[in-house]
């Protein structure tokens, strides 16, 4: 399976715009990316994902660079809600049951 | 609401005794898998199952046992619980695979002593 390469943790204040960098430079034409993040004591929430454009929701945007070996998913205004573990995923295809591969992911701290 | 619900949340069990973690979803999806969180290793799932009847194992699927004979539920049996199994234990679903978001239960948290 494709694997995803993150920093361990990143430092944000609060209503500033935060970039999670996400490596992945052996992800396959059909890996789709897909972003969630865990708030302390909750299962994952799904984030965002994306193929090949940049996407955009409500709650981010994800920028894929045109190789795909990398994207950044981007939090606009950071809050302290935002404080979590949040995991960049390739999506595994048949042979590894479509499972989402988590990682170590990134731990976001916002702060005041 | 769309969600997915696991029961019980908290367990503590002894050594040995059969146990079972239910999960459903109200969302009509065909996906539903099963993982477990430790510290330092991350998620790692256990079983997935695409269908009703249909199962197959994840990645760390040892003492684990799953049956899916609806399509709303997907219940985890620990045959002979151990306490390698103490973890928190999270139950997903989606409508398809690749392309699509996954709904996570809010966990339950096992201790086999």
């Known amino acids: 399976d494709a694997k995803t390469t993150q920093p361990n943790s990143m430092e944000s204040n609060e209503e500033e715009p935060v970039h999670l960098p996400c490596n992945h430079s052996?992800?396959?034409?059909?890996?789709?990316i897909h972003w969630y993040r865990q708030l302390p004591s909750q299962g994952p929430e799904y984030v965002i994902h994306?193929?090949?454009s940049n996407v955009n929701n409500r709650m981010a945007s994800l920028a894929i660079a045109e190789d795909r070996k990398s994207s950044t998913l981007i939090l606009h205004r950071a809050t302290l809600r935002d404080a979590a573990v949040y995991y960049c995923?390739?999506?595994?295809?048949?042979?590894?049951?479509?499972?989402?591969?988590f990682g170590k992911g990134t731990s976001l701290l916002v702060t005041p | 609401e769309a969600q997915v619900t696991q029961n019980p949340r908290y367990l503590i069990t002894v050594t040995g005794k059969k146990l079972t973690v239910t999960c459903s979803q109200n969302?009509?999806?065909?996906?539903m898998s099963w993982y477990r969180q430790d510290p330092g290793l991350g998620l790692r799932q256990i079983y997935y199952?695409?269908?009703?009847?249909?199962?197959d194992k994840g990645d760390v699927p040892e003492g684990y046992k799953v049956s899916r004979k609806e399509k709303r539920n997907f219940p985890l049996i620990l045959e002979s619980p151990s306490p390698n199994q103490t973890s928190l234990y999270f139950c997903?679903?989606?409508?398809?695979?690749?392309?699509?978001?996954?709904?996570f239960g809010q966990g339950t948290r096992l201790t086999v002593v």
């Open positions: 997903a679903s989606s409508r398809g695979q690749l392309n699509t978001e996954a709904f």
């Open positions: 994306g193929l090949t």
């Open positions: 199952s695409m269908n009703v009847e249909v199962t």
């Open positions: 052996t992800i396959s034409g059909t890996d789709y």
């Open positions: 995923i390739l999506r595994g295809g048949l042979n590894s049951g479509y499972a989402l591969n």
């Open positions: 969302m009509n999806h065909e996906y």
